[in-house]
């Protein structure tokens, strides 16, 4: 363990002396004169270093593991059974799997945070995770049928791009750059090693699979997934607020 946490504070220094590097150059370049922005800037900085370090640690030592022991069992127990329970068993690990991935990702929580208080409330922060972190399991559970049936990744992408055209014309204009963003907003530190430990873990369990072309691919599926959840829910909500708009209209008064 001890070494696990060596090598995870060098790797995040070394990650975050790029950045560290910039951001310092141009605060000393032009915040100078502002009271407080070193010290500001380094404790945040500080912080940001030891819940990187902490978070790698646990990753790796722990959630990396037990995702990828967990997919090669009901991935080879499905391969040898092949009935539909086993196969529903895989699809549904990973649908919860990408769902509380996604719950847990910080950037997803700060970013939902800050469109309710840019809303005025509109847009509610818990309903916008939800929605979001649902499209990220659906759209990693729709991946792993495709691995499981082999169907060509190219087919399963051109019907949900499809799809996302589709619901973008219909949907709110507003919450369309939103929706589009939210994938990216999802699939941050924490999904995406999982997403691709998983996938890696499935191939390999999986005879006529390989790792390389078909572990990978699923992240994708899974940012489309989110936009295409934000999108159905915004459309479904601007459907039903608008009788309720129709009914609350005064109606106009006889001569």
């Known amino acids: 363990m001890a070494e696990l946490v060596w090598r995870e504070i060098w790797r995040t220094a070394a990650d975050l002396a790029p950045i560290g590097l910039i951001l310092g150059f141009f605060c000393m370049r032009f915040l100078r004169a502002e009271p407080g922005v070193a010290r500001r800037t380094l404790i945040g900085a500080l912080h940001l270093a030891a ?22 069992t009901l991935s080879a127990r499905a391969a040898e059974r092949g009935d539909a329970l086993s196969f529903a068993a895989v699809v549904g690990f990973a649908v919860a799997l990408g769902g ?3 719950l847990l990702e910080p950037t997803l929580a700060a970013t939902a945070d800050r469109v309710g208080e840019l809303s005025g409330g509109a847009v509610r922060p818990t309903a916008l995770r939800v929605a979001v972190a649902a499209g990220v399991g ?7 049928v495709r691995l499981m049936l082999g ?11 499809a799809a996302l055209v589709a619901l973008a014309m ?15 907003i999802a699939t941050s530190v924490v999904t995406v090693p999982v997403i691709v430990a998983y996938g890696v873990a499935l191939t390999e369990a999986l005879p006529d699979r390989s790792a390389l072309a078909d572990g990978f691919g699923l992240i994708v599926l899974a940012m489309i997934g989110a936009s295409l959840s934000v999108l159905t829910l915004a459309s479904i909500e601007a459907r039903l607020e608008r009788p309720a708009a129709r009914d609350d209209t005064p109606e106009e008064e006889g001569p």
Not at 55 to 61: P, S
Not at 138 to 144: E, I, M
Request: aromatic share 4%.
């Open 51 to 72: 819940g990187l370090t902490l978070f790698r640690v646990g990753l790796e030592g722990a959630l990396l593991p037990l995702g990828s022991d967990l997919a090669a």
């Open 100 to 102: 509380a991935a996604a």
């Open 138 to 144: 659906l759209g990693l559970g729709l991946g792993v």
């Open 151 to 161: 169907v060509p990744a190219g087919f399963v992408l051109a019907a949900m791009a």
């Open 170 to 184: 219909v949907a709110p204009r507003g919450i369309v750059p939103l929706a589009l963003d939210s994938g990216a």
